[in-house]
């Protein structure tokens, strides 16, 4: 039997930079910057009053038919429908059973504002009387927006869109999601289960209750004053990181499927590693084990010596600890800077968007392949001596490169890492 | 080449047993494990029983008191399922290489800690009695135990039985709801499969008994209202069903390639042949009646399984007691299996624990393991009134003894996502 390829035929973007592929990709060779003071409710008297958002939201046609909607949803969807129309592959009308859905998906946002009635009528000097507060939750409560709001149901309602009704699987391993998502989903083309799968990432934490939780963790800058500065991945004065909101969704197909139908192809995804850290729930190992063990499976799987690999896209969340720890591990398996290809972190311009960075970055890497250019690390003005590699600073480069790495490393420990080819045919 | 996979180890913590043998037992002798819910005052409510664990104790599984405090009630479930399925395959004496060895769960949504929140949003409320955003952060988030977050990811039920076996091999979550542990073991296989990893702990965990889920999960109108004995609400396929019954627990496998646990010497179970998910989009909560997807989904987990029809023994089934899944999952096993779907016992765990949601599809594959391995078969109990749209073998009220030698376990979500697992009696 030979071995089923997979290849990149379509992209999809909804970034804090903009709706689409094509302009994501000329505002981050600008470096242009998607952080500023949060609009979406007041922040005024918060310790962290910046993010990434997405302005304003883009409206779906889900949004008649459906009495509400969540956000993770309505972000699949857009940069879903982009990527499916990008591919083509709805005029070459797949067997729909040979179509998957896999998405990392994060919830819809955790909004408080509807338990204050029921609270407030169930709240009997000090103590809460629960069965006041579920008999008046009845009353006042949507059942179906709580529904709406829960992980799996982007990935439903993106295959609902357009008619994919083969292995629908959304999955949550934190920051790693997105490129998780592609990478299992990499699996499934190659084991035969499906032909095509749209994949990728959806996801905001731009609310009230998650901005106060990775404040209070001391995970995200605290640089209000100068918001577009404040993400710098590698920088000396880098603080935390910057919450973002958005998806990437790639169409990946095999590439026999792909040929047959005439369909153009962006790039080959040949690589796929996954490993865990087992240390701790709150920080990354400080040895970098995890994320160096995961960079090697995903080069072995691709049959590829470290050498071949001309761009990294980082993790790179703007954090002390993973700018440090990332850095080493390539060292160790890339060797110093000269011998180690380029690293950047998009995370400079649009911030981390957690379970849909991973897929945005594969977007990138894919652009990065067929453009032969670099995104930019922007606001790197302070070498730190620690991370010592080169990271692109602030301005694209022109690149000669076959092959660009995918790096996501989780909250929690999970380490996921695509390789992805150009294209040659 | 593909490796086999085999089953060498299971744990869980079910709402009529503490342990995986004690819910076996329960389960073969048909008791339930629900009543009225404890854990709050449900007085008053429309919905008042559940399928609670009761008894619990978590720190005889976690011994450091500060991981316990990030530990939501699935964490400790997953976490204390996982400690039992080591032990039971032999793996706490002598693990298993650290970087060969993974994780994959099925959780679900965040759970709602409403007396933490409730708290933050009545000291956010400005004179009028509004909630107040800059009062939230002047004073109110003071009021959330600092590491809420870590106590609700999903993803920290994997993350925390990661760090407590030194699992750095593959890690996953996935949150399909009803499918999420049967779709999590069916990647653990795949990633065993192509030889990423010796071996896997998979599973599900989740508990949505709060005051907050249950009214959402009343409001959506699939949970039961109806006024019997607790013990008698739950009843799978039987005419007078009007709901499901929520439960809570974790039940996790150990997975490991056929070659490790040889080398080994481990007991081998069972072993898992085949996986498949589909999706067909319908009703936010309603299934698409002809059950396509769900024809779809066990079609597929079959055909992976290079597995006919005739030689399933036994389907361990999604049954989850509403109107609208037991009669389409019946009408589905029709279409599938044609002239013999009579004559393939199946039956619903359901009617004893309840619905599980992230965790129900890794119960009813353990207790497809378990059938294999005992020559019995569970029941569906409740079934007193026969429903004329379904009428199959739901092994109505008293445990079988057969013979058991391949079973198809169902999971089918609200949503439209389905998955489905064959596993098989282990011939070597």
């Known amino acids: 039997m030979t071995e089923r390829r997979v290849v990149v035929t379509g992209l999809g973007l909804v970034t804090p930079l903009g709706t689409g592929v094509r302009r994501n990709w000329q505002r981050m060779l600008e470096g242009a910057s998607g952080v500023g003071t949060i609009t979406r409710f007041d922040v005024s008297t918060m310790g962290v009053r910046i993010a990434a958002e997405v302005r304003p939201l883009p409206r779906v046609p889900e949004d008649a038919r459906t009495e509400w909607l969540g956000i993770h949803s309505r972000f699949a969807l857009v940069a879903g429908r982009e990527a499916w129309a990008d591919s083509g592959l709805g005029d070459a009308r797949p067997d729909p059973r040979r179509v998957g859905v896999f998405l990392g998906s994060g919830k819809g946002i955790i909004d408080i504002g509807w338990l204050v009635e029921p609270l407030k009528a169930a709240m009997r000097a000090g103590r809460l009387d629960y069965a006041e507060l579920m008999r008046k939750g009845l009353g006042e409560w949507s059942g179906d927006r709580r529904e709406q709001e829960d992980y799996h149901r982007s990935g439903g309602h993106l295959a609902a869109a357009v008619g994919a009704e083969g292995p629908n699987w959304v999955c949550i391993t934190a920051c790693a999601a997105g490129n998780h998502a592609i990478g299992e989903a990499y699996g499934a083309i190659r084991h035969g289960e499906v032909d095509a799968v749209l994949a990728g990432g959806t996801h905001s934490q731009i609310d009230l209750m998650s901005l106060s939780g990775y404040a209070t963790l001391g995970a995200l800058s605290p640089n209000n004053e100068e918001p577009e500065k404040a993400s710098r991945p590698f920088d000396r004065k880098r603080d935390g990181f910057i919450l973002g909101e958005g998806a990437g969704v790639l169409v990946l197909e095999e590439y026999g499927h792909a040929r047959r139908r005439g369909a153009r192809v962006r790039a080959e995804l040949i690589g796929y590693g996954n490993t865990a850290d087992a240390y701790r729930v709150t920080d990354p190992r400080p040895d970098g084990i995890g994320a160096e063990n995961a960079m090697r499976l995903a080069l072995a799987s691709a049959r590829l010596a470290p050498s071949d690999v001309q761009y990294i896209n980082a993790h790179g969340t703007s954090t002390q600890q993973n700018d440090l720890m990332e850095t080493e591990a390539i060292k160790r398996i890339f060797g110093p800077r000269g011998t180690a290809p380029p690293v950047s972190s998009t995370k400079s311009m649009i911030g981390h968007l957690i379970a849909a960075a991973g897929a945005v970055e594969a977007v990138a890497c894919v652009r990065a392949l067929e453009e032969q250019v670099l995104p930019p690390t922007i606001n790197l003005e302070h070498p730190d001596p620690a991370c010592d590699l080169d990271y692109v600073p602030n301005r694209p480069r022109e690149a000669k490169l076959a092959h660009a790495m995918n790096n996501s490393f989780g909250f929690g420990g999970q380490n996921i890492v695509t390789i992805f080819r150009r294209f040659e045919g | ?428």
């Open chain 2, 1 to 428: 080449m593909t490796a086999r996979v085999v089953v060498t180890g299971y744990g869980a913590v079910a709402p009529n047993g503490l342990d995986a043998d004690a819910f076996w037992k329960s389960t073969v002798e048909g008791k339930s494990g629900i009543e009225t819910i404890r854990s709050f005052d449900v007085s008053g409510f429309p919905v008042r029983v559940a399928g609670e664990v009761r008894g619990f104790d978590a720190k005889k599984f976690v011994s450091n008191p500060k991981s316990l405090k990030v530990m939501g009630k699935n964490i400790r479930f997953g976490v204390a399922a996982a400690q039992m399925a080591m032990e039971n395959a032999g793996l706490r004496e002598r693990a298993p290489d650290p970087t060969r060895f993974g994780v994959t769960v099925g959780s679900g949504i965040v759970p709602t800690d409403v007396e933490e929140i409730g708290a933050a949003v009545m000291a956010s409320l400005d004179e009028q009695g509004r909630f107040d955003v800059r009062r939230f952060g002047e004073g109110g988030q003071k009021q959330l135990f600092p590491l809420w977050l870590l106590k609700h990811l999903p993803n920290m039920v994997a993350a925390h039985i990661s760090i407590l076996h030194n699992a750095q091999g593959p890690n996953n979550t996935i949150t399909t709801a009803c499918s999420a542990s049967t779709q999590a073991i069916g990647e653990a296989f795949r990633i065993l499969a192509r030889g990423d990893a010796d071996v896997m702990l998979a599973g599900g965990a989740d508990s949505r008994i709060d005051p907050l889920s249950l009214v959402a999960y009343t409001l959506l109108g699939a949970v039961s209202t109806a006024s019997r004995p607790p013990e008698k609400v739950s009843r799978p396929f039987d005419r007078a069903r009007d709901g499901f019954v929520l439960g809570e627990g974790a039940a996790m496998l150990v997975l490991e390639t056929e070659a490790h646990a040889r080398s080994r010497g481990a007991t081998i179970l069972a072993e898992v042949t085949g996986y498949g998910s589909s999706f067909d989009a319908y009703g936010i909560t309603k299934p698409e009646p002809e059950g396509r997807g769900a024809v779809q989904a066990m079609e597929r987990a079959l055909k992976d399984a290079r597995t006919a029809t005739d030689e399933v023994d036994y389907i361990s089934a999604h049954g989850t007691s509403t109107v609208l899944n037991d009669k389409m999952e019946t009408v589905a096993i029709k279409a599938l299996f044609r002239d013999r779907a009579r004559r393939v016992p199946l039956s619903s765990i359901k009617s004893m624990i309840g619905h599980l949601i992230g965790a129900a599809g890794a119960m009813e594959f353990l207790v497809s393991v378990l059938a294999i391995r005992d020559g019995v078969v569970p029941p569906t109990i409740n079934l007193d009134t026969p429903d004329p749209d379904c009428d199959l073998d739901y092994v109505p009220n008293t445990a079988r003894a057969m013979k058991v030698r391949c079973v198809l376990s169902n999971s089918f979500g609200f949503g439209g996502q389905n998955a489905a697992l064959v596993v098989r009696e282990f011939r070597g």
